[in-house]
RNA sequence: GCCGAUGUGGUGGAAUGGCAGACACGCUUGACUCAAAAUCAAGUAUCGCAAGAUGUGCGGGUUCAAGUCCCGCCAUCGGCACCA
């Protein structure tokens, strides 16, 4: 047999499937149908790296296993292609983001081709295409249409290097999501896509779909929801007025001692006359707004804070009176940014009040409040009407159902999530389409006017105060209003990075639509994706970003479901060879393409789902390539001890049966690596034998083929003729995968001891008196008293002997 | 601080409470070769000549039987972080 030639081969069958687009996917085809969803990469320029071949190559698998079971598969990719990076390679190079991304797509669709995924390239989308960005847009209108878009001026958070502001999901931890500058807090008239609306269908919709457990959680906690109360405080200065706050434990309402409101609350401006220190105050501010993201997260032990004078909170059921404290433990952005200060029953509270001197109330017995605050469960005291109780949640019940009754609070819902910020001051991005105008305010362009396109720009540079470069083109800023037809001003900042990348799995189902952003009947026969595997790094934006899109889009009925994945799965990262994470700083990336040229796709393929557990982060490592280059020659050579046979031998059957069933078992659930042992292991069984059959051989080839299709396919062209990946999955019969005898452990009190050969059938007595027969266990418990006797079907027999 | 994941040979990693280390890498020895690479064969947890003993981050426990279950710790990674 000739060497494996894997560029030759590779090459070959690519150029096949090409030429008969062997991947297409036919909406309303009778087959059942599946759809497989891998997240579009961001076409940068670096090219790929190894990790997008892992992300990718689980659901290849998948998908070719599937297409291989008669169902109609859709796998498509795309091209995420609006942000940052090219952007600032265009104002690095003087060449236009539009070329950058081209050449970028390019490479990317050669990197991609030259793995052999089978991607259907007939449905490639590009976010930055005007027939794409043109129902993104279309889908901002029509949020703008039901009330869910609305300007603010805010706070934000605004990376200075990038000069953009920039949603809570983009700067984590302070830093900017892409260069990675400390975030400042900066005053702006910024873009909110109202996301806190669907907060509850968000959470209720994760009962309908099935995630991985740990997707799910970490949804769940960004989303954030709380129940607890809203109390009004009486202001014993000011009787009409009352301080609203919000609290999780009503119950422990009795151990207020005082109140704490976020330094920005509107009611020291309110009072600002009344207020006898509100020069301290104003000097507490100011030096709030100095602390940075690093200091305010450093210092989070020391407490500080001011006591206002002429402001006194009243306890609404004691009566007793509290004093109002300003403090940057408290935020204006979360509730009502005041709470009730309960000392004995909350850590923060508590180290307020000892550092304050402030009384410390104790309503729930358990704890040592001279020590620390206690936060768990026990019974009331000095609770009036909730003494002697002992559960947290009758207490709280009790609480509020005596605060609705007075009218003094009523039950309340908090999230964590904040409401999306929705714009940037950015050329590279799809324009926002709306028209300020001086006498309608804001008025949104006409739909029949879409795509409001990007217009051509020399200079990408954003303006030094935070402006677009879109600002400084008077041809398009300058516009009459739609609506009254007078001067009016364009908007000119465009949507972030995650706009066009909430959708593309709609766009998929049909993606050369002009009537809309696809048909019906393309949605209905392909939504919801059936499987959607990426990376935990988007868990938290891109996946909470496009399941509100899509819970908006079925609300104003323009799909058929609430949510877009039935199924999410992510993959682990790929490590560089250090252990590190992959990084170009570092130098420890590996290129895809340097792999294929020296040992070939199906190597890397194979390679990237054995390296480990498929969730896990593993690191690369090129001596292990080889060994899976050795798999696929060896494989390759068995061709050279292929004999006759339509069916297997006789002594193969439950072998050929049990690796059927482990691999077609493991691929569902995303075992690949154990996967491909299972084969490894059984093509040591055929040089051990040193023969194959045919029949054995083409159940191989067929297994393998999702893994390795180039030189599957080309083995069983030459074998069998015809097209590998048209042929049928392989069966297994559960019956078949047991063999007549099995050899169990003997084990004498938990040791084994010995191995012992049984019908598989056996009984108990039949397993248990054939391991005493064994001459080593006979030996053993000569003389012995046998205690006990078990016999695990199939598994071994124990002895308890003293 | 809170939530989650992980911890097994020299390495990557396997193990529905039932023979720990599948599969692979690396290494050792041998075959082929003038030689090397490639390939093939045998071996490879630790200690021990052996019989045997000990071994899944640490300390306890449950069980005939624990990597797996329970209790208490430690370490690494990821997410959130003064969320009232």
């Not at 990408?460 to 879109?470: A, I, Y």
């Not at 066009?500 to 939504?527: C, I, Q, V």
Request: net charge negative; with cysteine; glycine share 8%.
């Amino acid at each position: 047999m000739n060497k494996y030639d894997h560029a030759a081969v590779e090459a070959k069958w690519q150029k096949y499937w090409d030429e008969h687009d062997s991947f297409k996917a036919e909406t309303g085809s009778k087959k059942p149908k599946f759809y497989a969803l891998v997240e579009f990469p961001y076409p940068s320029g670096a090219g790929m790296h190894v990790g997008h071949i892992k992300a990718y190559s689980g659901l290849e698998v998948v998908s070719r296993k599937r297409r291989m079971q008669g169902y109609n598969v859709l796998f498509p990719i795309g091209f995420d292609a609006y942000g940052l990076p090219t952007e600032n390679t265009a104002i690095k190079t003087g060449v236009h983001p539009r070329k950058v991304t081209d050449n970028n797509i390019i490479k990317f669709t050669g990197q991609l081709k030259k793995v052999g995924f089978s991607f259907d390239w007939s449905r490639v989308v590009d976010t930055t295409e005007e027939d794409y960005y043109k129902w993104t847009q279309w889908i901002f209108l029509k949020m703008f249409e039901n009330g869910l878009v609305f300007r603010d001026k805010t706070l934000v958070n605004y990376c200075p290097s990038c000069k953009v502001v920039l949603s809570n999901e983009d700067s984590q931890g302070g830093k900017c999501d892409v260069c990675h500058s400390d975030i400042i807090q900066k005053e702006k008239e910024v873009w909110y896509l109202r996301i806190t609306e669907y907060a509850d269908k968000l959470l209720e919709g994760l009962d309908t779909v099935n995630y991985l457990p740990n997707i799910r959680l970490q949804q769940e906690n960004w989303i954030g929801r709380s129940t607890g109360a809203f109390v009004n405080f009486k202001i014993k200065e000011f009787p009409d007025e009352s301080l609203r706050i919000y609290t999780t434990r009503p119950d422990t309402l009795y151990g207020v001692t005082f109140m704490v409101i976020a330094p920005e609350h509107p009611i020291i401006e309110k009072y600002r006359d009344k207020i006898k220190n509100i020069a301290e105050l104003d000097a507490y501010k100011t030096e709030c707004a100095k602390k940075s993201e690093f200091e305010r997260t450093q210092l989070v032990k020391d407490k500080t804070g001011v006591c206002i004078d002429g402001l006194t909170g009243i306890n609404p059921i004691t009566g007793k009176e509290v004093p109002i404290y300003i403090s940057d433990y408290v935020m204006m952005g979360y509730g009502t940014g005041a709470i009730m200060a309960v000392p004995a029953h909350d850590q923060r509270d508590y180290e307020f009040a000892k550092k304050f001197g402030i009384d410390i109330i104790e309503v729930i017995k358990g704890g040592d409040i001279s020590k620390e605050a206690y936060t768990g469960d026990g019974e009331m005291i000095n609770s009036d009407i909730l003494n002697g109780m002992t559960n947290k949640k009758d207490s709280i019940a009790k609480m509020l159902e005596y605060l609705e009754e007075k009218g003094i609070g009523e039950q309340g819902v908090q999230y964590k999530m904040k409401d999306w910020a929705f714009n940037r001051q950015r050329y590279w991005g799809e324009p926002i389409p709306i028209v300020h105008c001086p006498d309608c305010g804001m008025v949104p362009v006409p739909y029949d006017e879409l795509p409001l396109k990007l217009p051509p720009v020399e200079n990408f540079e954003p303006g030094s105060d935070g402006e677009s470069p879109l600002a400084k083109i008077d041809s398009f800023v300058k516009c009459k209003c739609p609506k009254c037809g007078k001067d009016a001003r364009r908007e000119t900042d465009t949507m972030p990075q995650w706009a066009g990348s909430s959708w593309y799995f709609l766009r998929y189902t049909d993606p050369h639509n002009h009537e809309a952003l696809a048909s019906k009947e393309a949605l209905e026969y392909w939504m919801p994706v059936d499987w959607y595997n990426g990376g935990m790094e988007h868990v938290t934006r891109h996946m909470i970003y496009s399941r509100f899109w899509h819970h908006f889009l079925y609300d104003i009925g323009a799909v058929n479901t609430p949510e877009p994945y039935a199924k999410r799965t992510a993959q682990g990262l790929i490590l560089g060879p250090d252990g590190d994470k992959m990084s170009k700083s570092k130098g420890n990336v590996v290129d895809p393409n340097d792999v294929v040229d020296e040992y070939g796709a199906d190597v890397l393929r194979i390679y990237v789902l054995f390296m480990g557990d498929y969730e896990q982060a593993a690191p690369w490592s090129e001596t292990s390539v080889k060994g899976c280059k050795r798999f696929l020659d060896r494989i390759w050579a068995l061709q050279d001890k292929l004999i006759d046979g339509d069916e297997y031998r006789p002594e193969m059957v439950s072998l050929m049966h049990r690796t059927v069933k482990k691999v077609s078992e493991d691929i569902e659930n995303m075992k690949f690596n154990t996967a491909v042992a299972a084969m490894m292991s059984l093509i040591n069984t055929f040089y051990e034998k040193d023969s194959v059959n045919k029949a054995e051989y083409r159940t191989l080839l067929t297994i393998l083929n999702p893994f390795a299709p180039h030189i599957t396919e080309e083995i069983y062209n030459t074998v069998y003729g015809g097209i590998l990946s048209e042929q049928k999955w392989a069966d297994y019969d559960e019956s078949l995968c047991v063999d007549d005898t099995i050899e169990i452990a003997v084990q004498i009190n938990g040791k084994v001891r010995g191995k012992v050969t049984i019908p598989t059938d056996a009984d108990n007595d039949t397993a248990i008196a054939a391991a005493k027969a064994n001459e080593t266990i006979a030996a053993a418990i000569e003389g012995k008293n046998i205690v006990k006797e078990i016999y695990v079907t199939g598994r071994l027999v124990n002895i308890v002997a003293k």
